[in-house]
């Protein structure tokens, strides 16, 4: 005796029932499954994406005693950031590249730039006299070979009445490396992998 004999339903209320149950199961599925459908499939690469993400992680962490050697030998060096004690002597650098170089100038002015969390900037503003440009190449040339990092963050140029040498303005900028607060035993810590 099946479930439809035993609430005693005639074969079209029978049919009725079942058509009912269909619509409900369908409305039931579009409501609460179909939303749902493809969500397995965009978690897994998800998941695969932040595994990808943390074997990069991983990767940078296991060359953390690389980089700690790559910056002791950098600070050794001394070389690309000015300290304190360089940058009093900015200007008389400059000055000297540009008497050396052949280049000479109406006005020369300091001025402090941006800082962030680790650099400090100083920006040397320079007017140029007319100049022939074998000189300002000179110049430049002699500020990129300097043991000091120094970069020309802007160079407006215009030939003078003759067309033969240039004038304008240049704008160098040097980056002096903050103090840091935190202690030597500190930043070995820092440095040391977990493993």
Do not use: C
Request: charged letters at 20%; aromatic letters at 6%.
């Amino acid at each position: 005796m099946g479930a439809f004999d035993q609430i005693q339903l005639r074969p079209q209320e029978r049919r009725l029932l079942v058509l009912g149950a269909a619509i409900l199961f369908v409305v039931l599925n579009l409501w609460f499954v179909w939303p749902h459908y493809g969500e397995l499939g965009r978690v897994q690469a998800a998941i695969r994406r932040q595994e990808r993400t943390l074997d990069t992680f991983r990767a940078e962490l296991a060359r953390t005693n690389d980089y700690a050697t790559q910056l002791q030998a950098l600070e050794i060096d001394g070389v690309g950031v000015l300290d304190r004690d360089k940058d009093l002597n900015l200007m008389n650098t400059v000055q000297a590249q540009m008497t050396s170089s052949g280049v000479s100038h109406t006005s020369l002015t300091t001025a402090s730039g941006g800082t962030n969390q680790f650099f400090e900037q100083r920006t040397l503003s320079i007017t140029l006299n007319p100049t022939p440009p074998e000189a300002l190449v000179r110049f430049l040339v002699s500020l990129a070979t300097n043991q000091v990092v120094l970069r020309v963050k802007e160079l407006d140029l215009k030939p003078d009445g003759t067309k033969t040498k240039l004038s304008g303005s240049i704008r160098i900028v040097a980056s002096y490396q903050r103090p840091t607060s935190v202690p030597p035993s500190a930043a070995t810590v820092a440095a040391t992998p977990r493993p």
